[in-house]
């Protein structure tokens, strides 16, 4: 089984404060995280990913968290800006096993950030 | 530089019709896939190519085929277009499975009537 899955379909931030967008996956072990953000009309960018051997790794305003044990992905952006305002995807890709190159996507969760 | 490329933009088919998107990417990548997105169900894969000569089954493979032409092209068909296959339609590269991030074109946006 190698569902993921984003339960908020979506949040709404004030400018300036942070947004946190969660993702929760089932068991595996040779994993890696990604997130992806994506505009309308247009095709998702790759944002930042994880090793499944990290906690957490930062780019700039944007941070990913895993926490293993609750076999859960956090995407933290501070401060949220307007033009964070999109659809973001978490993804899991698979370094080993039959499911080898795949990504495997959320549902999304659509982001409004107020000016 | 242009990336990752795919025709048409739109397309409006009647049940039965076939058609062919188009892929194609310049950034040497030996890895190609075909994903549809519809409505909160996010980003599903049809099928992939790992490499050049080989494709395999995604999640939601029925209704389609594919051809990897070459390195630089991944086209996917429909043989006889069903309305439940209306959807967004990406193609995304990467330089090998498993290496990472895939890298996205801007979709095909496919009504079937």
């Known amino acids: 089984d190698q569902q993921v899955k984003q339960n908020s379909p979506s949040l709404s931030v004030q400018e300036g404060r942070i947004s946190i967008l969660n993702c929760d996956y089932t068991n595996s072990m040779f994993d890696y995280f990604l997130w992806y953000k994506k505009y309308p009309a247009e095709g998702p960018t790759f944002l930042i990913s994880?090793?499944?051997?990290?906690d957490k790794n930062e780019d700039g305003r944007f941070t990913v968290f895993l926490n293993k044990s609750a076999k859960h992905l956090s995407l933290h952006i501070v401060p949220s800006q307007p033009g964070d305002s999109a659809v973001y995807f978490c993804?899991?890709?698979?370094?080993?096993?039959?499911?080898?190159?795949?990504?495997?996507f959320g549902q999304g969760t659509i982001l409004t950030v107020h000016p | 530089n242009a990336g990752v490329t795919q025709t048409p933009k739109f397309q409006v088919l009647k049940t039965g019709q076939s058609m062919t998107l188009q892929c194609a990417q310049d950034m040497n990548h030996n890895s190609m896939y075909w994903y549809r997105q519809d409505p909160g169900m996010g980003l599903r894969l049809i099928y992939y190519?790992?490499?050049?000569?080989?494709?395999d089954k995604g999640e939601v493979p029925n209704g389609y085929n594919v051809s990897r032409l070459n390195k630089r092209e991944f086209s996917l068909r429909l043989e006889s277009a069903a309305p439940s296959q209306t959807s967004v339609y990406f193609c995304a590269s990467t330089i090998l499975a498993g290496a990472g991030e895939q890298f996205f074109g801007p979709g095909t946006r496919l009504t079937v009537l």
């Open positions: 994880i090793s499944s051997i990290k």
């Open positions: 190519s790992a490499s050049e000569g080989t494709t």
């Open positions: 993804g899991r890709g698979n370094a080993g096993g039959t499911s080898y190159g795949k990504l495997t």
